[in-house]
């Protein structure tokens, strides 16, 4: 076993709860190929392929000279955008019907919803890598009873910290509650650090602690809950309005030790602060783990729940990663099966997982980064709770959330912030 690794563990008790959160939603190992030889025979064939540049942790270029070289006849034309805009560029491509023969998607995001009503999604149960999944994954990454994707790994958001760092102001083992999170900020502020990087602009970041706000008060709550994951809050009720407004404090309150320029970083700029030792602390989740490893292979590097409540009533934020999608619409179906299945075989998935160190989504496939150590216990308790903005808050008014909070962070009050939000939120209960 390398070190800086653990084995797989499986999460079959977790990924059946996240059937109900979200609503259940090449070649194969064996060498056949289940396209019926597509890309071995007859005239050149070119896909067209979309995908943030981290998905594939800076590796998809060796990859793809690996499938063209074992099939000549299919080449795999790449474009690649900062992780901040695939969405937008995905919602404006099927917009105009000019969406690529494949694409990223993440199963909750509104964007695949859009694609889905549009008729890009294919159906990717029937293809030879989906059997390399477990039957709970297949369900949730589904959508309008299609296996809409084939996703690289198991997200769950938290903060990986730098221990060495903590260890310096009396945290090794990071921190366990928030007066110790704002205790942090003080002290590494003091000796001219920042305690804390956001993982660039990308919307899941734009509302980072509310992820925790919301989702603890559904883990006590059950009524909560139901209507948070539904999209039905009355945010009108005094106890929810009152949740809200201590979110946005406490997004007010961290901010002060938050490291200037985290809400118009790009995603790598974030993680090379957090690895060059500019901030202790980086807000992020267990599908980068080998990238923050490459740019720092010294990193004595932590992972941990965002302390918002007492750990045993905290929420564990998940959603399966995202992953790619085939459009239904192709003139190359046979030829993207045949590139889809080998990208997913299991072979192939082995080496992105170790590109990335993300938390497998594949049973038996790949070795789990050690400081993801704790993460599956995580998963087996009964408080797991979508990410916010892929299902219980449509993206665009999460990204209002957002943008509401940080208005109130310079200057405002966090009535209004609220006002805000709960017009945009009203907004889609509408639809």
Not at 378 to 392: H, K, M
Request: include cysteine; charged fraction near 20%; charge should be negative.
């Amino acid at each position: 076993m390398s070190k800086g690794k653990l084995k797989w563990v499986s999460i079959a008790m977790l990924l059946t709860l996240v059937v109900g959160l979200l609503g259940a939603c090449g070649k194969s190992d064996g060498g056949s190929n289940e396209s019926g030889g597509a890309g071995n025979s007859g005239d050149k064939v070119e896909l067209s392929m979309l995908f943030a540049d981290s998905l594939f942790a800076g590796i998809h270029t060796d990859l793809i000279k690996e499938f063209e070289s074992a099939y000549p006849n299919i080449k795999v034309k790449v474009e690649t955008l900062p992780d901040s805009g695939i969405f937008d560029a995905l919602r404006i491509r099927v917009s105009t019907n000019e969406v690529p023969d494949l694409y990223q998607i993440n199963i909750g995001h509104v964007t695949t919803q859009l694609a889905s009503n549009a008729g890009f999604i294919s159906d990717l149960s029937g293809y030879e890598s989906s059997k390399n999944y477990s039957d709970s994954i297949r369900s949730a990454t589904s959508i309008d009873g299609k296996q809409a994707l084939f996703t690289l790994g198991v997200g769950v958001l938290g903060v990986a910290y730098n221990k060495d760092m903590m260890a310096d102001i009396g945290y090794a083992d990071g921190v366990k509650t928030w007066d110790e999170l704002i205790d942090a900020g003080k002290k590494l502020k003091a000796k001219g650090k920042d305690l804390l990087v956001y993982a660039g602009k990308g919307e899941t970041m734009m509302g980072n602690v509310l992820h925790w706000t919301f989702g603890s008060y559904a883990v006590k709550d059950p009524a909560f809950k139901e209507a948070y994951l539904a999209n039905k809050v009355d945010w009108s009720k005094p106890e929810y309005r009152a949740v809200l407004l201590e979110g946005l404090n406490r997004f007010k309150e961290l901010n002060e030790f938050v490291r200037v320029g985290s809400f118009t970083n790009e995603f790598t700029i974030a993680q090379q602060a957090f690895a060059e030792g500019d901030s202790a602390m980086l807000l992020s989740g267990t599908w980068e783990g080998g990238m923050l490893r490459k740019l720092n292979p010294n990193l004595n590097l932590g992972f941990m729940n965002m302390p918002y409540v007492a750990e045993d009533q905290n929420a564990y934020i998940f959603v399966p990663e995202d992953g790619i999608a085939v459009n239904a619409k192709s003139k190359h179906p046979e030829e993207a099966k045949t590139f889809l299945n080998w990208l997913f075989s299991k072979e192939t998935y082995a080496k992105i997982l170790k590109a990335k160190g993300s938390f497998s989504a594949m049973p038996g496939v790949g070795e789990l980064d050690e400081s993801y150590a704790a993460v599956p216990g995580w998963l087996e308790t009964d408080r797991i709770i979508s990410f916010a903005n892929t299902g219980p808050v449509p993206s665009p008014t999460w990204i209002a959330l957002g943008n509401a909070a940080q208005e109130f962070t310079f200057q405002g009050s966090a009535d209004k912030a609220a006002d805000k939000f709960i017009a945009e939120y009203n907004k889609t209960m509408a639809k």
